[in-house]
């Protein structure tokens, strides 16, 4: 491998999507490459801006999108394609910039993308740059969504169990999400797609993954590159487009180990108001601290957190394996139910929330969790699958290796003329 001085030459433009769970392994992973020796550039839409002083060492590039905020009225179809569509000629523009002004020693290598901004892809081809997708979903997810095209074609819908080739899901677990099964076929067509890209980065590791990075690995055949948690990896710098209160920390500080459910169901989930009174009836208690926004890897890493009650987003998912704390899920949509099946069912390191308008049964998950036997067995497993997810970041475990790989393979492009 070249020295990091040589490396520096290279410069790589990140294009993160404009939502939370999508922004933060894309800032991450532009941390590491960093730390490698690259200069990065973050070319973003202005939708959900990320904060420029987290990450000094970047440079940001916004990109106009016509999109002063996130509209309730879209579906997900809806704005993936007013991003790709409005956002096309402004990337085209910025790139042309960046490689009219590049100097000999800092030139620009590859650019990596978020699967949900494919029109990146075509910008990419035009300046002759490499192409590299980033997923922040799981492959366990990608594997479920991708089978839906299958499942019709075969005469599955309306559902039918088992759902053939996809053990443990059942098809509650599919990830239909609130859109109708036009519109989800539609988002697997334009989302599964990698087109002309030359490799995929996962944010996993080998070992939460093995069958569906196997599976997936034989349908897209180009190098795959597992190097998560990308948190854990990435220098320590904040991520979230909201303001983290970290007043939390000071009472978590006081409390007893393992006695604290930490409750954050991410940042764009919608509860009607009886789930939410039984939510909080559920969890009725004299004590207790509420905040706004949590510094939520700081909290999952505190010796009072003995639970996580959680949507289950793939961030969260891998931050609360990161730590060995077990989970109460309570998925709302898409990638958000193929993960609390793989952890209550698979890994075993949580318990599933299904009768969320009940507060008997709230209370009676919280107790087996935190109090009762079961919850101590469970804890036990989730503090395993920490120490092995830790031993696959270290030197000699896969995601080292792996990371050293995409280094290896980036460094293999040629520079442009």
Same mark, same amino acid.
């Given at each position: 491998?070249?020295?990091?001085?040589?490396?520096?030459?290279?410069?790589?433009v990140?294009?993160?999507?404009?939502?939370?769970?999508?922004?933060?392994?894309?800032?991450?992973?532009?941390?590491?490459?960093?730390?490698?020796?690259?200069?990065?550039t973050?070319?973003?839409?202005?939708?959900?801006?990320?904060?420029p002083?987290?990450?000094?060492?970047?440079?940001?590039?916004?990109?106009?999108?016509?999109?002063?905020?996130?509209?309730?009225?879209k579906?997900?179809?809806d704005?993936?394609?007013?991003?790709?569509?409005?956002?096309?000629?402004?990337?085209?523009?910025?790139?042309?910039?960046?490689?009219?002004?590049?100097?000999?020693?800092?030139?620009?290598?590859?650019?990596?993308?978020?699967?949900?901004?494919?029109?990146?892809?075509?910008?990419?081809?035009?300046? #002759?740059l490499?192409?590299?997708?980033?997923?922040?979903?799981?492959?366990?997810?990608?594997v479920?969504?991708?089978?839906?095209?299958?499942?019709?074609?075969?005469?599955?819908?309306?559902?039918? !169990?088992?759902?053939?080739?996809?053990?443990?899901?059942?098809f509650?677990?599919?990830?239909?999400?609130?859109?109708?099964?036009?519109?989800?076929?539609?988002?697997?067509?334009?989302?599964?797609?990698?087109?002309?890209?030359?490799?995929?980065?996962?944010?996993?590791t080998?070992?939460?993954?093995?069958?569906?990075?196997?599976?997936?690995?034989?349908?897209?055949?180009?190098?795959?590159?597992?190097?998560?948690?990308?948190h854990?990896?990435?220098?320590?710098?904040?991520?979230?487009?909201?303001?983290?209160?970290?007043?939390?920390?000071?009472?978590l500080?006081?409390?007893?180990?393992?006695?604290?459910?930490?409750?954050?169901?991410?940042?764009?989930?919608?509860?009607?108001?009886?789930?939410?009174?039984?939510?909080?009836?559920?969890?009725?208690?004299?004590r207790?601290?509420?905040? #706004?926004?949590?510094?939520?890897? !700081?909290?999952?890493?505190?010796?009072?957190?003995?639970?996580?009650?959680?949507?289950?987003?793939?961030?969260?998912?891998?931050?609360?394996?990161?730590?060995?704390?077990?989970?109460?899920?309570?998925?709302?949509?898409?990638?958000?139910?193929?993960?609390?099946r793989?952890?209550?069912?698979?890994r075993?390191?949580?318990?599933?929330?299904e009768?969320?308008? !009940?507060?008997?049964e709230? @209370?009676?998950?919280?107790?087996?969790?935190?109090?009762?036997? @079961?919850?101590?067995?469970?804890?036990?497993?989730a503090?395993?699958?920490?120490?092995?997810?830790?031993?696959?970041l270290?030197?000699?475990?896969?995601?080292?290796?792996?990371l050293?790989g995409?280094?290896?393979?980036?460094?293999?492009?040629?520079?442009? #003329?």
């Amino acid at each position: 491998m070249e020295e990091q001085g040589t490396q520096r030459r290279r410069r790589l433009v990140l294009i993160p999507s404009p939502l939370q769970g999508h922004i933060s392994p894309m800032l991450q992973l532009g941390s590491i490459l960093h730390s490698k020796g690259f200069s990065i550039t973050i070319a973003h839409p202005q939708l959900n801006s990320p904060d420029p002083s987290n990450h000094p060492d970047f440079i940001f590039l916004p990109l106009p999108d016509n999109l002063s905020a996130l509209n309730g009225s879209k579906n997900i179809i809806d704005l993936i394609a007013t991003l790709n569509e409005n956002c096309t000629a402004p990337l085209t523009k910025c790139l042309a910039q960046v490689m009219e002004q590049q100097q000999p020693d800092d030139q620009v290598a590859c650019i990596i993308y978020d699967t949900l901004l494919y029109f990146s892809e075509a910008v990419a081809n035009h300046f #002759k740059l490499p192409k590299i997708v980033l997923r922040t979903s799981s492959p366990s997810y990608l594997v479920a969504y991708r089978a839906m095209s299958r499942l019709q074609a075969e005469g599955y819908f309306p559902l039918q !169990e088992p759902v053939p080739d996809l053990y443990p899901l059942r098809f509650k677990d599919l990830p239909f999400s609130t859109l109708t099964l036009e519109k989800s076929l539609q988002l697997i067509t334009i989302t599964g797609d990698i087109r002309t890209s030359s490799a995929i980065i996962w944010n996993t590791t080998d070992y939460l993954d093995p069958s569906s990075i196997s599976k997936l690995q034989e349908h897209y055949h180009v190098p795959f590159f597992s190097i998560g948690p990308l948190h854990k990896l990435a220098p320590a710098s904040s991520t979230s487009l909201l303001k983290e209160d970290t007043s939390c920390i000071a009472w978590l500080d006081k409390q007893v180990p393992n006695s604290v459910l930490y409750v954050s169901l991410g940042s764009v989930a919608t509860i009607d108001e009886k789930e939410l009174i039984e939510m909080a009836w559920g969890l009725y208690g004299e004590r207790c601290c509420i905040v #706004k926004w949590a510094p939520q890897k !700081e909290v999952l890493a505190h010796g009072a957190v003995g639970g996580f009650w959680s949507h289950c987003g793939w961030n969260s998912t891998l931050e609360t394996i990161s730590e060995g704390v077990p989970t109460i899920c309570r998925p709302f949509f898409l990638d958000q139910i193929v993960n609390a099946r793989y952890l209550t069912y698979v890994r075993r390191v949580g318990l599933e929330l299904e009768h969320v308008s !009940e507060r008997e049964e709230i @209370e009676r998950a919280i107790k087996r969790l935190m109090v009762d036997k @079961e919850g101590k067995e469970i804890r036990q497993r989730a503090m395993d699958m920490k120490e092995k997810v830790r031993t696959s970041l270290c030197k000699g475990g896969s995601s080292y290796d792996s990371l050293n790989g995409l280094v290896e393979f980036i460094m293999s492009f040629g520079l442009p #003329k």
